[in-house]
Every structure is written in C-alpha cells, then in structure tokens.
C-alpha cells in the first residue's frame, strides 16, 4: 500500500517516500507536514513552560541528545516522527522572543504573516543569483529595495541591497567606501559603534579604525571635529543610530554637517533604529539620517522579521557599482545585454533566499500605518517599564530610553551579585535579559521587542526581579 503524500516512512524509494516542497503536487505534501510541525510547535513551547529552558547548557544539551539519539540511523523514522520529535526538541529548549520575560536582545519575536512567507520561499527556493533561478522573487526584491531606500531617501534612484543582517551591511559600506577612496582610508566611529565596524576594516585589509571616546554613550560633535582636524587623507566617519547596549542615537545632523565641512563619507548603522523613520512620533530622533551615503538597516529587530532581514540602503543605484560581478554561467554578457536582469552585483554572496519575499508581505498586510503602530506600541512599553523602574525604591533607572531598550539594576547592588542575579534567572529559566555597562558599571538590560507585552507582563519582571534581589 502506498503512503498518501507527505506521510513518507522513510522505509521505501518511491517518490512517495521523500515527497518535494514545490511542484505540482507540493502543497499536498507539506498540508499534512505543518499540521504536525504546528502540534509540536505547541507542545514543546507548553514544556518549556517559560522564556528560556530551565537547567541550563548542559541540561539542554542532555535533553537534546536523549531526544534525537542517532541523528543519521540507518533506517529512517519517517517525515512526520521527525518533526513531531525535532520540533517539539527544538520548542521545548528554545529561547522564544514571543515571551514577555524574553527581552535580552535585539531578537524580535517574528510577524506569523512574515514566517508564513518564508515557508514559500523555502518551498520554491529561489536562489536570487541568477534571474533564471529566481524570476518573480528578483523582481519583487527589486521593488522592495527601491520601496524601503525611498523612505530614506528623496533622490531619483535610491536604491538597497539585501544582507544578513547589520553585521554584512557595515562591512559593505565599508567595502564600497574603500573601492572609492583606496586602501588607505581612515575609518572613525564611536566606541558606541557595533563590533562588526572594526572588524569590517580587519576583513577588508583597512587600516586599523579610530575609536572616539563617547563617555556619555553617543558620538559628540566636538570629538568628531578634534578627531577630523587631526586626521589627513580619506575618511569615512560612521555614526550610529540606534547602539546595541542602550540604543542611543549619535547626534546625525551635526555630524552630517562636519563631515560635510571635512569632505569626509558618513555611514550610518541605523540597523536598531532605522525603522523609526516611518513613525512620525519618533522619526525626528533620526533627523540627518538622509545625509549618509549609506545606511544600515535591520528589519529583524524593529521589523519583526524572521532572520535574515538586513539592508544597505544609498541614495543612487550607481553608488553599488563596485559589486559588479561577471561570471558567465550565471550572468553571461549576452544574456544581460539580451535583457536578462544581472543579480550577481546586488550581493557578495552567490546563492541567496529570497529574504526580501517575508519583507514584502509584512509590508503589504500592515501596510504604512501597520508598522507604525507596531514601532510606536513597543517604544511606549519600554517607556513605561522605565517609568515603573524609576518610581521603585528596588531599583535604579539608568536613563529614559531612546528606542526600546532600558538599562537597570537593583539598588545597592554590586557588579558581581548583578551578574550572578542575571545568570540565575537564565538557569531557572525565569528570565531573559540582557547586560550592558554604563558609566563604568554593569547593568541589567531589558530590550522590549514584542508589542504584545502587557503591563501586567512589566509588573510581573519587575515583581520577579524584586522578588530575587531581596531573598
């Protein structure tokens, strides 16, 4: 007897037993397929029982490795024992962003209209290196590129390319800026800037960066004029809206307006707070943001996006021209003089998901006022967090927050016990959280993500937090 479609044993070699996610006949296989990926889905997240698995590294890895047993057998369990045992592994030892008391970093809990997207990508998994192997997705990722790049720029072709995420588009403005002023550019950035700008300049053979002082947490005007006026030769100055510890905003205008006076290139690593252009409530916070010649975004922080969802965006299209690319079994002279679209200078890498296809329906379901809503309702939450934190005696606010992330700690708590405190809510598996230091002390980091957070879920952190400081 022959196994419907998608119920494969793993036992057999007919097509049956190893059905495919795309063709004529793949949705049929994949129906029954997400019914029990969605019923392990359930059921690993109710063991879990909260944001993180309690017991920690090693109880998960004993956990993980008691579950799967041989991974490779030599006869297989069949699709459906599979999933129902990887998923529910898979749930059951998850961090989940979803949860209210997940909120240590800039992992955003995915829209389920982006996550429904992916799973047509990866059904038809294009591969966005060729136009033959991707004809709808590269021209939809095109318009994405060009709708996104215009919200930050009023130029007549502003244009973006997809990336992993923040880390592989700083390392792109870095290359595109060392192709136009040669290998001896001089690269500044605040010590608030994210790790991967240093280490951008290290991967392409740049001189060791600059590193500004920014004792107050962002990059002042008055340091970036000194550091200028000492420095000769071409620089490029990255600024950053949106710091991974506490994200604070650089003051963008006055240090367009400098480099603008030091003929110097600016970058922005807007990757955390970019997406605050669209709200007009906060969109001021970025004022100067559209001097850069390029920006970094991140649409899975602030965009609610399944991994991977990063841009480069540039005012002009001819800005990318150093990514051009020739190799002739994918975009061959001919075939891109015959008209056939040439995808390999729109990435260093080759093969690509269509990462841009999840943006486009989150972008068409929400819509302007969508968004907006999303990114003014989880700014609010942050907001009353801080505002609880600071009318409590048990704690210390740090400072207002400027996006969505709150910095804290206990009153009358030293370094150590804060960090033994964090660590403990990790391995109980209560609480997630992140830790930052700040004016040379450590705190605890609340990065709220999830616009479904309630009150009730802030008073709750902070009950249990209280809780486990005054034992």
Same mark, same amino acid.
């Given at each position: 007897?022959?196994?419907?479609?998608?119920?494969?044993?793993?036992?057999?070699?007919?097509?049956?037993?190893?059905?495919?996610?795309?063709?004529?006949?793949?949705?049929?296989?994949?129906?029954?397929?997400?019914?029990?990926?969605?019923?392990?889905?359930?059921?690993?997240?109710?063991?879990?029982?909260?944001?993180?698995?309690?017991?920690?590294?090693?109880?998960?890895?004993?956990?993980? =490795?008691?579950? #799967?047993?041989?991974?490779?057998?030599?006869?297989?369990?069949?699709?459906?024992?599979?999933?129902?045992?990887?998923?529910?592994?898979?749930?059951?030892?998850?961090?989940?962003?979803?949860?209210?008391?997940?909120?240590?970093?800039?992992?955003?809990?995915?829209?389920?209209?982006?996550?429904?997207?992916?799973?047509?990508?990866?059904?038809?998994?294009?591969?966005?290196?060729?136009?033959?192997?991707?004809?709808?997705?590269?021209?939809?990722?095109?318009?994405?590129?060009?709708?996104?790049?215009? =919200?930050?720029?009023?130029?007549?072709?502003?244009?973006?390319?997809?990336?992993?995420?923040?880390? =592989?588009?700083?390392?792109?403005?870095?290359?595109?800026?060392?192709?136009?002023?040669?290998?001896?550019?001089? $690269?500044?950035?605040?010590?608030?800037?994210?790790?991967?700008?240093?280490?951008?300049?290290? #991967?392409?053979?740049?001189?060791?960066?600059?590193?500004?002082?920014?004792?107050?947490?962002?990059?002042?005007?008055?340091?970036?004029?000194?550091?200028?006026?000492?420095?000769?030769?071409?620089?490029?100055?990255?600024?950053?809206?949106?710091?991974?510890?506490?994200?604070?905003?650089?003051?963008?205008?006055?240090?367009?307006?400098?480099?603008?006076?030091?003929?110097?290139?600016?970058?922005?690593?807007?990757?955390?707070?970019?997406?605050?252009?669209?709200?007009?409530?906060?969109?001021?916070?970025?004022?100067?943001?559209?001097?850069?010649?390029?920006?970094?975004?991140?649409?899975?922080?602030?965009?609610?996006?399944?991994?991977?969802?990063? #841009?480069?965006?540039?005012?002009?299209?001819?800005?990318?021209?150093?990514?051009?690319?020739?190799?002739?079994?994918?975009?061959?002279?001919?075939?891109?003089?015959?008209?056939?679209?040439?995808?390999?200078?729109?990435? #260093?890498?080759?093969?690509?998901?269509?990462?841009?296809?999840?943006?486009?329906?989150?972008?068409?379901?929400?819509?302007?006022?969508?968004?907006?809503?999303?990114?003014?309702?989880?700014?609010?939450?942050?907001?009353?967090?801080?505002?609880?934190?600071?009318?409590?005696?048990?704690?210390?606010?740090?400072?207002?927050?400027?996006?969505?992330?709150?910095?804290?700690?206990?009153?009358?708590?030293?370094?150590?016990?804060?960090?033994?405190?964090?660590?403990?809510?990790?391995?109980?598996?209560?609480? $997630?959280?992140?830790?930052?230091?700040?004016?040379?002390?450590?705190?605890?980091?609340?990065?709220?993500?999830?616009?479904?957070?309630?009150?009730?879920?802030?008073?709750?952190?902070?009950?249990?937090?209280?809780?486990?400081?005054?034992?």
């Amino acid at each position: 007897m022959t196994a419907p479609p998608g119920r494969g044993t793993g036992t057999g070699t007919g097509r049956d037993q190893a059905p495919l996610a795309g063709g004529a006949h793949g949705a049929d296989a994949l129906r029954p397929l997400l019914d029990t990926v969605l019923d392990a889905l359930a059921t690993g997240t109710r063991a879990r029982g909260g944001p993180l698995p309690a017991g920690g590294p090693h109880t998960v890895t004993a956990r993980v =490795e008691t579950a #799967l047993g041989d991974l490779l057998p030599d006869h297989g369990h069949g699709d459906h024992e599979a999933l129902r045992t990887l998923v529910h592994t898979l749930a059951e030892g998850a961090a989940d962003p979803a949860d209210p008391l997940c909120a240590a970093h800039l992992h955003c809990p995915p829209l389920a209209v982006a996550a429904a997207a992916d799973l047509a990508a990866s059904a038809l998994n294009p591969s966005l290196d060729s136009w033959d192997q991707a004809p709808a997705a590269s021209a939809i990722e095109a318009l994405l590129t060009r709708t996104l790049a215009a =919200e930050f720029y009023a130029t007549p072709h502003p244009d973006a390319v997809l990336t992993t995420g923040g880390t =592989e588009a700083n390392q792109l403005a870095l290359l595109l800026a060392r192709e136009r002023h040669g290998p001896h550019l001089t $690269v500044l950035h605040g010590a608030n800037a994210h790790h991967s700008i240093p280490r951008a300049a290290w #991967l392409l053979g740049l001189p060791p960066t600059r590193t500004l002082p920014t004792p107050h947490g962002t990059l002042t005007p008055a340091t970036l004029a000194a550091a200028l006026a000492d420095t000769t030769g071409p620089v490029l100055v990255t600024a950053t809206a949106g710091t991974t510890d506490a994200g604070l905003i650089d003051p963008l205008d006055a240090l367009a307006d400098l480099c603008d006076h030091h003929h110097a290139d600016l970058h922005i690593d807007a990757a955390y707070g970019g997406l605050l252009a669209l709200s007009p409530r906060h969109r001021h916070k970025l004022a100067g943001l559209n001097r850069a010649r390029s920006i970094t975004l991140d649409l899975h922080k602030l965009g609610w996006q399944p991994v991977a969802a990063g #841009l480069l965006t540039v005012p002009d299209t001819a800005l990318l021209a150093p990514l051009a690319h020739q190799a002739d079994y994918l975009n061959a002279e001919d075939d891109t003089r015959a008209g056939l679209p040439d995808l390999l200078g729109r990435s #260093l890498r080759t093969t690509r998901r269509a990462d841009a296809f999840k943006i486009a329906a989150t972008l068409r379901s929400l819509g302007r006022n969508g968004l907006t809503h999303l990114i003014d309702r989880t700014c609010a939450l942050a907001e009353r967090l801080a505002r609880i934190l600071e009318a409590h005696p048990a704690f210390e606010l740090h400072a207002p927050p400027t996006i969505s992330t709150v910095l804290f700690r206990p009153t009358h708590t030293d370094d150590a016990t804060l960090a033994t405190l964090r660590r403990t809510l990790l391995l109980d598996g209560t609480a $997630v959280l992140g830790r930052a230091t700040a004016d040379g002390r450590l705190w605890l980091k609340a990065t709220l993500l999830n616009p479904h957070t309630t009150a009730g879920d802030l008073d709750t952190l902070v009950n249990l937090l209280e809780g486990r400081t005054h034992r």
